[in-house]
């Protein structure tokens, strides 16, 4: 069972591109989380996601950021006119729905894209 | 307000001994933790969980302690080992907020041999 999938797993822009990061859950998972690591920083929550529902995104900044996770294909998270405070490490996770409906409180992440904004 | 410290930055421990990494929390509404062990370059591996009911969890040479009045957990490795050098980090979860994950700044483990 392969893990969580994230790409690319570096990515350099230019001030003023967008950047598209990648995630594709564990085979069986449902629910999709990103979160961003900052130099020498802890994790911090920016958007959970269901299959076409977003959840919660009360750590996405309001502006230039959005995510999705379609029906079909990868959970995407993008970041449009990049600026340099945006180089940081994104992670994904992701956790399985039980049979009862509950979700697991487990996160299983991803190896992380590293972006680096010139 | 960083609801979940680590403060310890770093601890150096010799190959055998127990290293023992310490977490607290400000937020009594959290009720589930969990611990993560992170290599340069790669994403955290989920090491072990607690639930609030809980005081100890136990798994092979991993032990997470929870001391709710205080706020207060621990993870216990004995014996250490070299391949245990990482960082770890402590990540709580709220019962009334989602599924997000709260973490620490986390603590550079080394393992001397």
């Known amino acids: 069972n392969a893990g969580v999938m994230q790409n690319p797993r570096h990515l350099v822009r230019r001030r003023g591109q967008e950047a598209r990061l990648r995630c594709s859950p564990m085979?069986?998972?449902?629910?999709v989380y990103w979160y961003r690591q900052l130099p020498e920083e802890g994790l911090k929550f920016m958007v959970y996601l269901q299959k076409e529902n977003i959840i919660d995104e009360s750590g996405m900044p309001k502006e230039r950021f959005s995510a999705e996770f379609p029906k079909e294909g990868p959970s995407i998270l993008r970041i449009q006119q990049v600026v340099r405070g945006d180089s940081a490490a994104y992670f994904c996770?992701?956790?399985?729905?039980?049979?009862?409906?509950?979700?697991?409180?487990?996160?299983?992440f991803g190896p992380g894209t590293r972006l680096t904004v010139l | 307000d960083q609801q979940v410290k680590q403060n310890s930055p770093s601890l150096s421990v010799q190959e055998g001994r127990i290293s023992i990494l310490n977490c607290d929390y400000t937020n009594s509404m959290f009720d589930y933790f969990l611990w993560y062990k992170k290599y340069p370059a790669e994403g955290p591996t989920f090491l072990i969980s607690?639930?609030?009911?809980?005081d100890k969890n136990e798994d092979g040479r991993f032990t997470v302690f929870l001391n709710k009045s205080a706020k207060h957990l621990s993870l216990h490795i004995v014996p250490s080992q070299p391949g245990d050098s990482a960082v770890y980090f402590c990540a709580a979860r709220t019962n009334n907020a989602g599924n997000m994950l709260t973490f620490g700044g986390g603590t550079r483990l080394m393992v001397k041999p």
């Open positions: 607690i639930s609030s009911i809980k």
């Open positions: 085979k069986g998972h449902s629910h």
């Open positions: 996770a992701s956790s399985p729905t039980l049979l009862s409906g509950g979700i697991t409180d487990t996160q299983y």
